[in-house]
Every structure is written in C-alpha cells, then in structure tokens.
C-alpha cells in the first residue's frame, strides 16, 4: 500500500472532524508522530484549516457543478472541498487535480471522473457576505446587527501565529501588542524551560487588566490550567485557582512546577459560594467560543442559536460567586473569549441590575494595545492580527449591598 501522504492524511483528519472531533488536537495527534519535513506537516495544516475556515464557501463554489453534494460519499465531498481549496489558494490545475482525482481512486474510484471534471470547472463566483465569510446566518446576522458589521470576522480566516507569555525577561523575540507578550516563530518546543507559555494576547490582556503586583491576593475562577494564573504569579501576587476540572488544574500544577511559579489550586463548582475573598477577583468564564473561531475553525458549525444565551445564564450564575467573593474597593474583572451581546454586555447589564454595590470601571480601550470592536459597557476587541477576539468587564466592588 503506498504510504499516506500530506493529502490524504489531511482528508482522513476532516473525516474525523466531520464525526466529532476538533481539527487542532488531531492535527497536533497526527502531526508530532510523524517525522516528515515541516513544509509536508505545515502543507497538512493548510489543508485542514483552509477547508475548515472557509467551509461554507467552498461549499458555494461547488455548488453549481454538483446536483445532490450532499448524496456523495462523504470522502468525496471532502476531496471536492479539498481541491477547491487548492484552487482558492491559487495552486495550478497541472499540481492540484490529479493528486486528489488520485486520492478518489483511493476511496471511491467511480467518481474519480466526477471530481476531475468538478475540479476543472470551478471558476470565481459572487457570495453573500456571510458565506463568503463561512459563518452561519444566524450568527452572522447576529454580529451585522449587534456591531454593525462583519467584516471583522475575516480575521478568523487568517493563519494564526503563535504567541507566547513570557514570565521572566527573555531577549531576541519579536514583541506582540501587549507587555509580557512576543511572537514565537520558531517550532513546537518545550516552552516552560524557557519560562514561557503559548497564549494569545487577548488573552494574557485579561489577566493584566488586574494590574497584579506583589502583596495582592488573587482568585482566579475558572482558571483551568492556569494560564492567566501563572502570569498573575509571575508578577509577585498569591494566586488561588478555581476550577471544576481537576484533570486540567493537575497538568496546570505540573506546567506552574516546570515554570517555577507557586499558584494554589483548589477544585470547586463555582456556581455553589465560595469560602475565601480577595481584593482581586478574576472569573475567565466559560463561553461559546465565537472569538476562537481561528485555532477552533469546527466551532463555528457546531454552535447553535441559542447557545449564547445558555451559556450566559451559567455565565451569571459565576459572576454571583465572584461578586460575593470580591472583597468591598476590591475589582473583579469578567473576561469571555467570546463576541456574542448575550455572554458580554448582556451578562454586564444583568449582573449590575442586580448589584447596585458594583460599578463598571473604564479598561484603558483607548488608548489600547488591542483593536477595539465595541466599546461602552465593557469592551470587545477585535480578532486580527492572530489576536482571538475577546470581551472584558473591569467592576470596582463600591460599597456592599445594604
Ligand atoms: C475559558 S476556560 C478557562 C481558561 C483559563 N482561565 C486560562 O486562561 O487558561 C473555562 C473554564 O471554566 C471551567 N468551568 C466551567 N464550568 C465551571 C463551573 N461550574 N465551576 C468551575 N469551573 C467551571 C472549565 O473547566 C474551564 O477550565
């Protein structure tokens, strides 16, 4: 049997997206097992989020030259989107049909025809602003009325570089747009000797919207793994992550060890109170995601309408447990990698009609080292640039509640 290629290998990594499963953790599977030369892996990641980025128009591309898509096997229909992909990233006819008229004859040979006459035929073809954006309609149409445009969302179909958090002073690596923060152009490493972490600016920009400092105390809810809580560390503050997940605070307890960071974790369900306060409360909630739609390009077809206003109400029921534990002039600071109005000014509005001891602090947006989408009550700041597009709430903690 003749070894699997670039393509196929990417082919068979979209089926298994297409059952369920998330392209970066299959990519990043597949890929450290292999030892192709990088421009083979780098071709497969191309592949794979290309196809994934701008499904919906890919889909429209075709369109015209198949009568039932939808009737084909699903390998097929992979391959057709495959190779528009290829056509779309301006490859030659002469490089891009018969590799995967190949790949049919692999997994369905009766329309190895079918897909090089398809291939051939595709031409440029005018689109909705949403299709031509991949997203879906009702997401869509929720951003066009909500910010008054989409056109942000072509950022989520830009390649995503890799940024890192740097714990302690390092040298030579080019800057991102907020401190602490550069660009890593080099390969996968073991980032913790290095005393530094991949993480997105927007989202280490939540982290320091605390202003931490040695003497403070922190409470990081939600924390997770505890990327926002090495940061908080790193800069000299007593660190107390919380998270219901205790598989993933154990790999943040291994990660805080290898970086030489002392973070406290404690594993709770954060909708039941907490038993300590601080002066410093951050609650990084979960969300629906829409501001990762670059890293998770799958999201955006697995999100339903009414999954924004869901995830708010769990969103409000922890912003209970972080407002009770927000010691009086202490900040509690919301941040969600998410653009939707429901789980950002929605939850904000909600939160501060039931909290009269809270009031809304201005982030320094502007003058800001992220692109602004919104500003008013909290900010929302744009995905571009390789930032994830994220929504942060600064409240001050007044006075307690009569
Ligand atoms: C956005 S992620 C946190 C990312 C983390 N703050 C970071 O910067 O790496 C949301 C986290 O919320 C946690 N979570 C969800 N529901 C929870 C609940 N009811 N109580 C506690 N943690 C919860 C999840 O386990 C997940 O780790």
């Not at 780098?42 to 939808?70: I, K, M, N, Q, S």
């Not at 890192?164 to 747009?177: D, E, F, I, K, S």
Request: overall charge positive.
């Amino acid at each position: 049997m003749r070894p699997e290629g670039p393509r196929a290998l990417a082919l068979r990594i979209l089926l298994e997206v297409e059952r369920g499963g998330r392209a970066q953790f299959l990519l990043d599977r597949a890929l450290d097992r292999l030892s192709w030369p990088e421009r083979d892996k780098a071709y497969v990641t191309h592949l794979v989020y290309g196809v994934l980025r701008h499904l919906r128009f890919l889909d429209h591309l075709l369109e015209p030259h198949l009568r039932r898509p939808e009737g084909l096997p699903p390998p097929v229909r992979w391959v057709l989107r495959l190779g528009a992909w290829e056509w779309l990233s301006g490859k030659p006819d002469h490089a891009r049909v018969s590799p995967w008229v190949e790949e049919t004859k692999r997994v369905s040979a009766r329309l190895a025809g079918l897909v090089n006459a398809v291939l051939r035929r595709l031409h440029p073809r005018e689109a909705p602003e949403c299709v031509r954006l991949s997203l879906p309609d009702w997401l869509c149409q929720a951003w066009q009325g909500f910010f008054g445009q989409v056109a942000f969302a072509e950022g989520f179909n830009e390649p995503a570089p890799l940024f890192v958090t740097a714990y302690r002073p390092v040298a030579g690596l080019p800057p991102g747009p907020v401190p602490d923060s550069y660009l890593w152009e080099g390969g996968k490493t073991d980032f913790s000797a290095l005393g530094l972490q991949p993480q997105n600016p927007a989202s280490l920009f939540a982290a320091q919207l605390l202003e931490p400092g040695p003497g403070d105390k922190v409470l990081d809810l939600c924390g997770g793994a505890g990327l926002k809580a090495f940061y908080l560390a790193a800069k000299g503050a007593e660190v107390v992550s919380y998270d219901r997940n205790p598989k993933r605070q154990a790999a943040g307890m291994r990660t805080a060890e290898k970086l030489g960071l002392r973070v406290a974790y404690r594993t709770q369900d954060l909708t039941e109170p907490l038993s300590e306060k601080a002066q410093k409360v951050l609650l990084d909630a979960p969300c629906t995601g829409t501001g990762t739609f670059r890293g998770h390009p799958e999201l955006r077809y697995r999100l339903a309408p009414q999954d924004p206003g869901r995830m708010a109400g769990l969103q409000l029921k922890l912003l209970e447990t972080a407002a009770q534990a927000t010691e009086e002039g202490g900040v509690l600071v919301y941040s969600v990698c998410t653009l939707t109005e429901e789980e950002g000014e929605g939850v904000a509005r909600a939160f501060l009609a039931r909290h009269p001891e809270f009031a809304p602090e201005p982030i320094p947006c502007p003058p800001c080292p992220l692109p602004v989408l919104k500003a008013g009550l909290g900010v929302y700041v744009a995905p571009e640039g390789g930032l994830d597009g994220f929504y942060y709430l600064r409240l001050r903690k007044v006075n307690s509640r009569a």
